[in-house]
């Protein structure tokens, strides 16, 4: 069976780094586009980015350009999303997503943005 699951989350000082990791299997990880969602308190859930099968191609949610980068790793079965320059609106929980016939989501893991 599909799981994914997501790393990385924490306390971070607005400006600071972090990098989320989820590992996939159950599934060929190297056949299929990956995405990171997030969700705020009280939102709705959103796109932050996508990546291609081979990584070749990426896309942002316009609020994430240039501050967050989507990468994988497919013989490890991970994808990561490099979080930079963070601000207190990208307080959130992060899921790792796969679309395949229907929406497999990871736990999630909360990334907190405060001084």
């Known amino acids: 069976q599909v799981q994914l699951v997501e790393s990385g989350g924490g306390l971070v000082q607005p400006g600071g780094s972090l990098r989320l990791s989820c590992v996939a299997s159950g599934f060929t990880f190297s056949t299929h586009a990956m995405s990171w969602y997030r969700q705020a308190p009280g939102k709705d859930r959103e796109l932050v980015a996508t990546i291609t099968s081979a990584g070749g191609s990426t896309n942002y949610a316009d609020s994430m350009q240039g501050r967050f980068t989507i990468s994988r790793d497919n013989a490890k079965n991970t994808v990561y999303l490099q979080m930079n320059n963070l601000k207190p609106e990208d307080t959130a929980v992060y899921y790792c997503?796969?679309?395949?016939?229907?929406?497999?989501w990871g736990q999630g893991t909360q990334v907190t943005v405060s001084s």
């Open positions: 997503n796969l679309k395949r016939y229907i929406n497999y």
